[in-house]
Structures are given as structure tokens and as C-alpha cells.
């Protein structure tokens, strides 16, 4: 049985997560839970650190790929206004310098 502190999660297990988001995972349960050592040390086992990085494996495995990433969903409300399109001026067009000069 091997214990592994925070320092060695970034180095040896790549979790490079700060202590205060560590901690937020270990609270909503998506961490393992540390061991106090001291007063000001804590360590996590090495088998469950490893148990949980392929259980994250594992998941991400089952999960199927999709070919194309899924359509963005609209929030309900109002439908929106299709402006009519705009009339088309018959007069040619006057270069601003010459509109200027009349």
C-alpha cells in the first residue's frame, strides 16, 4: 500500500488540479477521499487514485462517438420576426464626393 501526497498527484498521476478543486471533487464524491497523516498532511492510497483514473477510462470508453456534434437546442419563447425584404432603389447610385457637390 502506497500513499500518494498532493504534491506527487501532478508528477506521478497527471491530476494537476488545484487543492481547493480537489477538494470540491472529493466533496461531491468524484475524488477519493484523502487520509489525514498530520494536523497539515493528507494522502490519497495509490490504488484507489489508479481505480479511479480507469474508472474515468472505462467511461469514456462506453461512450459512443458522435460523427457530428448534436444540433444547439433553442429556448422556448417567442418565434422570431422575418423582416420582409428590403425594396430594391431603381435610381443608379451617386458617389458621396458628388451628392456632396450639389
Known amino acids: ?26 466533496k461531491v464524491g468524484k475524488f477519493p477521499a484523502p487520509i489525514q497523516l498530520s494536523d497539515h498532511k493528507i494522502a490519497w492510497l495509490e490504488a484507489e487514485i489508479d481505480a479511479m483514473i480507469a474508472a474515468r477510462a472505462e467511461e469514456r470508453n462506453k461512450k459512443p462517438i458522435n460523427s457530428r456534434p448534436p444540433e444547439p437546442k433553442r429556448l422556448p419563447g417567442r418565434p422570431r420576426k422575418i423582416s420582409p ?18
Open 85 to 102: 425584404p428590403a425594396e430594391v432603389d431603381s435610381r443608379p447610385a451617386v458617389p458621396l464626393a458628388a451628392a456632396a457637390v450639389e
Open 1 to 26: 500500500m502506497r500513499l500518494i501526497t498532493f504534491a506527487q498527484l501532478g508528477p506521478e498521476k497527471g491530476i494537476s488540479h488545484c487543492r481547493d478543486h480537489v477538494r470540491r471533487l472529493v
